[in-house]
Structures are given as C-alpha cells and as structure tokens.
C-alpha cells in the first residue's frame, strides 16, 4: 500500500535551496512512498471574509492535505522565522473554523540556510505553530542544515558527507508517519 506524502516548501524562488533540498531528500524515502509538492505559490492572502467560498486554489491545497497520509516541511529561515507563504498556508489549511484540515497529521521539518545554525529558529517557530494545530510533529531527530558545498550534488542528489545522516532523518520521518496515519 502506497503512503502519500506532501510536501511544503517555503520558498518561491525558483532557484531556492530548500526546493534542491526538498528534491533530493525525497529521493532517499521507501519506495512505496509516494510524494507530491504543494503548489502554495499561487495561494491568496487569508482573509477570513474568503472562508464561505474559498478559492480554487486553497480547495486543492486542502485536498492534498486531506489525501496525505504524512507532510514534510521545508523551511528556509527568514528575519529568524518562517515566510509568510507558509504561514499562509498553514492558516487556509486551518480555516474555516471547524474545518482543520491539519488535525491528526503526521509531519517532519527540515531546512537548510547558509548561516551556521541552518533555519533551526524557523523551525522551532514551524513547530509550535503545526502543534497548535493538532500536527503530530516528528521531534527527533532534528535536522538543522547549513547549506554549503557538498550538502547537495550538481545533479540534485544528498551528498555524500551528508547522506548518512539524512537517510537516518528520512528513516525516521518514515517510521513516525506509518506509526501516526489515521
């Protein structure tokens, strides 16, 4: 039985390093796990007002969610938090009230930065925000990346020095996922 995993990367740039990262990760999950990328690019700006007919693109969101069986959380660290577009998403995926779309979710986070402690103060931020919304956050191991030369290959894949490790990450994520899914 395939496992569904969507992931949510918060960064648009087209040349983001937690889109590489998020790439080439997923290539290290079990082979009976399938993954899809969250489009949240194109997401508009919560507004409460909006709950009663949501648009077209918070309705697909939502179904991703609602068909995922784990989600995976790219973070990059901005202004020592996390974007807004994920925070946007997170919040559409939470609304309307009584209509949580999160709840019960088995998820991890990951990110990289090229400062010295990765995104880990994102992440923590990312963390209590998906706590709050009845996420089952994978809390060890924690994976806290500085990005630089050799976390990633030219052709998209984890590095060597760094392979070991994220494999265990991607080992543990699996495991918390299957242990979580309604």
Known sequence: ???Q???FVGSLSKESINRKLAQAVVKLAPADFAVEFAEIGD???????????????VRRVKAQIAQADGLLFVTPEYNRSIPSVLK???DH???PYGDNSWA???AGILGTSPGGIGSAIAQQHLRGILASQGIKVLAQ???YLQFRDGLL???GQVGEGSRAFLQAWVDAFAQWVLAHKA
């Not at 997401?43 to 693109?57: E, F, V």
């Open 1 to 3: 039985m395939t496992t």
């Open 93 to 95: 995926g939470s609304r």
């Open 5 to 7: 995993i969507v992931v």
């Open 43 to 57: 997401l508009p700006h919560y507004n409460r007002d909006d709950d009663a007919q949501q648009a077209g693109a």
């Open 141 to 143: 191991p924690d994976a």
């Open 153 to 155: 290959t030219d052709d």
């Open 88 to 90: 946007n998403v997170i």
């Open 104 to 106: 019960g979710k088995p």
